[in-house]
């Protein structure tokens, strides 16, 4: 279960303390209110909804150095998903401000997921949670598919981003004056 979370400087212990007590056990004042925090259970569940991948095990200092960054917290329940319920501050709600209250929101696009998903299963192929199995594995097989089949994009777009991205390789491209024509 979620628990409300209190905070105050300490006289006695000489620092910021956050707890779960409104008064504190030391010196006997009186935390102000500092949000829901999830259980131990509870952000295990929050980081499966969040990746899709378990929350143990080594896949976890990839994948949250790979997902992360891509990561905006939300601000109303600081990634938490949920928040004070309405005119109960002893009760709580899931937060309507993030995607599906998963506390916070994925910014990158369809395709930063599934490269993500692709190299962590690359690495650690039993790290999905639960759910998210199956449709983790066919994203992981097409990626793989699409690595070792390529279909060149010949399209000047895709040209400028094989450009872009290999530092020309297979194609040998000088863009001159306003960019509008190619010398292949
Ligand atoms: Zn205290
Ligand atoms: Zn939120």
Not at 83 to 94: E, F, K, L, T
Request: aromatic share 14%.
């Amino acid at each position: 279960m979620p628990y409300k979370t209190f905070k105050h400087f300490c006289n006695v212990k000489k620092k910021e303390l956050i707890s779960s007590d409104r008064v504190c056990e030391y010196c006997g004042n009186n935390g102000e209110d500092n949000g829901w925090y999830l259980s131990a259970v509870g952000g295990w569940g929050n980081y499966v909804d969040k990746t899709g991948f378990s929350p143990f095990g080594p896949h976890r200092r990839l994948l949250d150095a790979l997902f992360f960054p891509f990561w905006k917290t939300c601000s109303k329940c600081n990634d938490m998903g949920i928040i004070d319920a309405d005119n109960n501050p002893n009760a709580w709600q899931r937060c309507p401000d993030c995607d599906d209250s998963k506390g916070g929101t994925f910014i990158g696009s369809t395709e930063d997921m599934n490269w993500i998903i692709y190299v962590v299963l690359s690495a650690y192929p039993d790290s999905v949670g639960g759910k998210h199995a199956d449709e983790y594995q066919e994203i992981y097989e097409k990626y793989k598919f699409d690595l070792e089949n390529p279909v060149p994009d010949t399209s000047i777009d895709g040209i400028i981003k094989d450009t872009n991205t290999n530092g020309g390789g297979l194609w040998n491209i000088t863009i001159t004056g306003d960019g509008d024509r190619f010398d292949l």
